[in-house]
């Protein structure tokens, strides 16, 4: 079974803190993403890594910045956390097949940001 | 911008009936489709994936696509409430990334 993993499911922080949310996975999948979920607006992609130390901006990246040196973990961070920010945070993985492939997501870390 | 919409719902259904779920999406080069379930507090988990035009059957669930009229639905037979979720559609455009629906809220009434 694919496994991915999240830090924290649960998160409190300050505005202007720096934040680190970490997700590692078990399955050598070369695809990893960052999506937040908000009531009303779905699924919303941050970021995307295909390969260690690549990245791509998705949908909605301000604020945020990504860290992939191993190939099973990728790190979201938040320079200086936002209330805007606060929200359900999952990362997923799929394994590279040349086409989109099934992506498995984590449980989830619920950040709130005061 | 490639866009995924579905009615938010709720759908309420009684048990034992179908569940008749919709998804329109805007971009034709669109190449994968995907149903998603998520319940309360927990992450999406995959359901199905169809990747042709037509049905495809896993046990209770037959996922539908029309690349001619951009529409994939997604319908459960013998509805349980354990059924009970809010189920989220996907489109891949031809890359690694998933474009995502807002999600339509069932209900499974007993």
């Known amino acids: 079974d694919v496994k991915v993993t999240q830090s924290s499911r649960y998160l409190v922080k300050r505005t202007g803190e720096k934040v680190f949310l970490e997700c590692v996975q078990d399955?050598?999948?070369?695809?990893m993403f960052w999506y937040r979920q908000d009531p009303g607006l779905g699924l919303r992609l941050i970021y995307f890594?295909?390969?260690?130390?690549?990245?791509e901006k998705g949908d909605i990246p301000e604020g945020y910045s990504v860290s992939r040196e191993k190939k099973e973990r990728f790190s979201l961070i938040l320079e200086s956390a936002s209330t805007n920010q606060t929200s359900m945070y999952l990362c997923?993985?799929?394994?590279?097949?040349?086409?989109?492939?099934?992506?498995?997501f984590g449980p989830g870390t619920r950040l709130t940001v005061l | 911008q490639k866009e995924v919409e579905q009615n938010s719902g709720p759908l309420s259904v009684p048990e034992g009936a179908i569940a008749s779920l919709n998804c329109t999406y805007s971009?034709?080069?669109?190449?994968?489709f995907f149903w998603y379930r998520q319940y309360s507090g927990k992450s999406p988990e995959l359901i199905m994936s169809?990747?042709?035009?037509g049905d495809k059957e896993d046990g209770r669930f037959t996922a539908q696509l029309n690349k001619a009229s951009q529409y994939v639905s997604l319908l459960i037979r013998d509805s349980q409430p354990s059924d009970s979720a809010t189920y989220l559609c996907?489109?891949?455009?031809?890359?690694?990334?998933?474009?995502f629906g807002t999600g339509t809220r069932l209900t499974i009434i007993p």
């Open positions: 997923a993985s799929s394994p590279w097949s040349g086409a989109t492939d099934t992506q498995y």
């Open positions: 399955m050598d999948h070369e695809n």
């Open positions: 890594s295909y390969d260690v130390k690549m990245k």
């Open positions: 971009d034709r080069g669109s190449q994968s």
């Open positions: 169809i990747y042709s035009n």
């Open positions: 996907a489109a891949s455009f031809g890359n690694e990334k998933l474009t």
